[in-house]
């Protein structure tokens, strides 16, 4: 990942209704001992306004004192430029002890398998563009030649080796085939295998797929008609899955049947939904395990338990589909995963109207408010138990999948909707630089805004200038013709509501939330200590 590093001199900045109010500054040079990088500040500000926020950038040491004019509810955020620094904060003047940190509960890993995400960091890097004259690379790929009709059996390969190797195989039938549907990007085809012995043939002994639920899930994905399914949605977004340019890219990747095929089939874990994994994208003189074709992997059990559930994750993992095509084949860019997850959880975000599916934010489809406190439901009680995450660094866990959920909402929100993920999508450059080009930010700024959003997410009457969650119902959000609804966001109605602490370690493009005291009024005196440096940002509610 290319690092960012911004040399612009320290300076403030103060926002909000009227100009911020009065406020007077000095600083001091950084002390060379204490291993600070940007100066200690001493400010006084007058807090006036309702929901006024004033911004210190570039501090180490700040002494605040706040002259607060009527009574309000006091916030920090605290956005970290290093990394592994600790961040310590001390304040008087609070009207009320305040609970510092939202109950934490074991991390588990996300259950995409490993081996998947795995495959996923080095499959660009397969990608050698020098290749495509080699003849071992230019035989035809066996199993996507064939047209395949109902009825017709296939064994795939469902694991690989470290060598790439299939090491398990399932046994499955092809239970629905849609030819010739007229989309955006041409005419497709659409496959649904079912694993034999998770088949519902209405035996006795019968598994848990029937062929309600093979039509249930093709015409989810893909049916004739425009604006009525995922294919529809994301590919109007992210562009195409797979083309013709692929194979001239690189001849070790299979060539473009304009074909999707899903398989269903059981993952012995009830928790998993399912994923796409690029290894069947390479043909199988490249990676043997790889059972050439565009693909995902749905499991019996999860389809089988919560069909919106599946659907959803169709949605997330059409995105990763076209991913790998669009930024990995075509522009030889190898996104970090938090970028890559991030785009996923914004794409079951937008969609989850259209899904009719109460998506990563856990509230009735149907209702485009923040709906009811006490919500422990969805992505969003994780990222409270865990908001001090940085954004860029990855570990593959639920807080990782929560963070980046929340920072893929504030995007949505506050960027233009569906037309920011289309930039990132085509954008030139690689996941935090792309993130720079494509609003016009820096991520510092954006890091702030997204901590801002947070605690004002609350609020529905926020004027346009401040970054939001919440608009009180539905926000409307259109690119190419097609229409997107997102629900609003308010972080406190989720239990556990956000962790705030005094003191953490908080790594580079990470922010620590704090509240100072509620009902607070004339003078409050705060001293924030950033070991480096970074910014604080004041709320004040």
């Not at 960012?4 to 909000?16: E, N």
């Not at 605040?64 to 004019?69: E, G, H, V």
């Not at 259950?111 to 080699?134: E, G, H, L, S, Y």
């Not at 473009?256 to 939904?273: G, V």
């Amino acid at each position: 990942m290319r690092k960012l590093i911004y040399l612009t001199a320290a300076a403030f900045l103060i926002l909000g209704c009227g100009g911020g109010g009065d406020s007077s500054e000095s600083y001091t040079p950084p002390n060379s001992g204490g291993g600070a990088k940007y100066p200690s500040k001493n400010k006084t500000v007058n807090i006036t306004q309702a929901n006024q926020i004033v911004k210190i950038e570039k501090t180490s040491n700040t002494n605040l004192t706040l002259n607060i004019n009527s009574p309000k509810d006091i916030y920090l955020v605290v956005t970290s430029h290093f990394n592994s620094q600790k961040i310590s904060i001390s304040s008087g003047g609070r009207s009320s002890k305040i609970k510092e940190s939202a109950p934490l509960r074991e991390v588990k890993y996300y259950k995409t398998p490993q081996k998947v995400i795995n495959f996923r960091k080095t499959a660009v890097a397969m990608i050698n563009r020098n290749r495509k004259d080699n003849a071992k690379f230019n035989k035809k790929e066996k199993a996507l030649y064939k047209q395949v009709n109902v009825g017709d059996r296939f064994r795939f390969c469902t694991d690989i080796d470290l060598l790439n190797q299939c090491t398990e195989t399932v046994d499955a039938t092809a239970k629905k085939v849609v030819r010739d549907v007229d989309t955006k990007y041409g005419k497709k085809n659409l496959i649904v295998w079912v694993a034999d012995d998770v088949y519902d043939d209405g035996s006795f002994f019968g598994g848990s797929i029937d062929q309600n639920k093979v039509e249930k899930i093709a015409d989810t994905f893909l049916q004739p008609g425009s604006d009525n399914d995922i294919y529809d949605w994301g590919s109007n977004i992210f562009g195409k899955e797979w083309g013709s340019d692929a194979n001239d890219i690189d001849s070790a990747l299979i060539s473009d049947k304009n074909t999707i095929e899903i398989l269903i089939y059981d993952m012995h874990d009830d928790s998993m939904a399912g994923y796409f994994w690029p290894k069947d994208n390479y043909k199988r003189a490249a990676v043997e395990g790889s059972n050439e074709k565009i693909m995902f992997y749905i499991n019996s059990r999860m389809y089988a338990d919560d069909e919106k559930e599946t659907f959803s994750t169709l949605a997330h993992e059409f995105q990763h589909m076209i991913h790998f095509y669009q930024r990995g084949v075509r522009k030889n860019i190898s996104d970090d995963a938090w970028f890559d997850e991030m785009m996923s959880e914004a794409a079951e975000d937008l969609l989850a109207t259209k899904l009719k599916h109460n998506g990563p934010r856990a509230v009735d489809y149907r209702d485009g408010s923040a709906g009811e406190p006490y919500n422990d439901q969805g992505r969003y009680p994780d990222f409270n138990r865990y908001n001090t995450r940085a954004l860029n660094l990855w570990y593959g866990d639920v807080a990782s999948y929560s963070k980046v959920s929340s920072f893929g909402a504030f995007l949505l929100r506050n960027y233009n909707g569906a037309e920011i993920l289309h930039k990132l999508m085509f954008s030139n450059y690689q996941d935090l630089q792309a993130l720079e080009k494509s609003t016009r930010k820096n991520v510092k700024e954006l890091v702030n805004q997204w901590g801002e959003a947070v605690i004002l997410s609350d609020k529905t009457n926020l004027d346009s200038s401040k970054p939001r969650y919440n608009f009180g119902d539905f926000k409307y959000s259109s690119y190419g013709g097609i229409t997107y609804k997102l629900g609003s966001i308010n972080f406190f109605n989720y239990y556990p509501q956000p962790s705030f602490h005094r003191e953490k370690s908080v790594n580079e493009n990470g922010n620590l939330y704090y509240k100072v005291g509620e009902n607070l009024s004339g003078t409050v005196k705060i001293n924030v200590n950033i070991e480096k440096g970074g910014d604080v940002i004041v709320i004040a509610k």
